[in-house]
């Protein structure tokens, strides 16, 4: 059985473990000026009336602030600086970026590197409906759809979220490069193809990700706390992922964190998994070199705490529609702390895989290079 094996990786293959402390990076003397954009509820003033450029003109919700970015068009960094209460906000799709530049969510009163504000996190609330908490993502990443705009084809989108807490939403976080582009061809059947330069280069620190899934905002299907999808190249560290369940048939389709199609070179640190219907950690399609290291895991779903997982040729012809993929390689999962399944009845397994093998990868069309597997792991307890 895989959670029985420990396959340690010899030499320095692999990315080295990103460091865990939220530091800041270093300045640039030839950065434009930082723009912020002030976010109040609306007891301190919040209204999506306001400019939201300057803290006594706060807006209320992230949907305007995109709109006050568009505007305002910044040539450098951007900070959204949001007050502590509480936010009902729709479901969110975003597509502003500032190429070669960072857009930051974190509270008004933070400053990176010093750890979580004594005032607490800004919380974000789904809306609802009758009382019911309403389907969808608390924000959706994608790329902008016109042609012309620089980052229509994906690049470093640089997105950064510090010490906010979600809740209540069908999913929480999706970084989406696929998304309005093609991303299968025309062969029968058809197979995955990598359909832009992804939405790369994010960072989701400190974050606290509570009650998701259709279990608590019914009506579409609950697949992750946070997507990654053609996305690589971002930091996921030292976030709660507390009760991400489903209910029903779909309770095995929602992860903590779900990495696939394309998505590589991501680092997931110091993170907590408790109470997920399915595998905290699901990675799927040609995502490689992604680290899964000192989290901790407790009470989720699966047969797993970690899931490598592909539709080969055999699963296309069980599930007619679905195109083909092949297997992501040179994964590690090393020291973490792996608790109980589920219901809480026995001990979680480390790992698994479907199908299974470490070095097959996927057939006619699908390679591991010469000396890689699939999944490297150690030191988990």
Not at 80 to 102: R, S
Request: charged share 15%; hydrophobic share 35%.
């Amino acid at each position: 059985m895989p959670g029985l094996l420990a396959l340690v990786l010899a030499g320095t293959v692999g990315a080295t473990l990103a460091a865990r402390a939220d530091a800041a990076p270093a300045a640039s003397a030839a950065d434009a000026a930082t723009t912020n954009v002030y976010l109040a509820p609306s007891a301190a003033g919040g209204s999506d009336s306001n400019t939201g450029l300057s803290s006594s003109s706060p807006i209320l919700t992230l949907a305007r602030a995109q709109q006050v970015l568009q505007q305002a068009a910044p040539a450098g960094d951007v900070q959204v600086l949001i007050d502590q209460g509480t936010y009902v906000e729709a479901p969110l799709k975003w597509t502003f970026y500032v190429p070669g530049h960072t857009i930051t969510f974190m509270p008004v009163n933070y400053t990176i590197g010093n750890g979580r504000p004594a005032a607490g996190d800004p919380v974000f609330e789904d809306t609802t409906t009758s009382g019911t908490h309403t389907a969808g993502w608390w924000f959706q990443a994608q790329l902008p759809a016109a042609a012309s705009d620089p980052m229509h084809d994906g690049g470093t989108t640089g997105l950064r979220f510090y010490y906010l807490q979600v809740e209540d939403y069908t999913n929480g976080i999706s970084l989406d490069g696929q998304t309005g582009h093609t991303y299968q061809d025309t062969e029968s059947p058809p197979m995955y193809i990598d359909p832009s330069a992804g939405v790369n280069g994010n960072t989701v620190f400190g974050m606290t990700l509570t009650d998701i899934g259709d279990l608590y905002a019914p009506g579409q299907t609950g697949y992750g706390a946070i997507l990654l999808t053609d996305s690589s190249s971002n930091r996921i560290a030292n976030n709660t992922f507390d009760h991400v369940e489903n209910s029903g048939s779909d309770v095995g389709l929602i992860h903590g964190i779900y990495i696939t199609h394309f998505s590589s070179s991501n680092s997931v640190t110091g993170n907590k998994f408790n109470v997920i219907s399915s595998y905290a950690v699901k990675v799927r399609d040609r995502s490689n070199f992604n680290d899964v290291e000192d989290n901790t895991f407790d009470a989720t779903g699966g047969t797993s705490a970690y899931r490598d997982e592909f539709c080969d040729l055999t699963c296309v012809d069980a599930n007619p529609g679905t195109p083909r993929q092949c297997a992501s390689y040179d994964n590690r999962f090393f020291d973490n702390t792996i608790g109980t399944v589920f219901d809480g009845t026995a001990q979680q397994a480390v790992w698994s895989m479907d199908p299974d093998g470490l070095t097959y990868a996927g057939g006619t069309g699908c390679s591991i290079p010469s000396s890689y597997q699939r999944l490297y792991t150690g030191g988990n307890t």
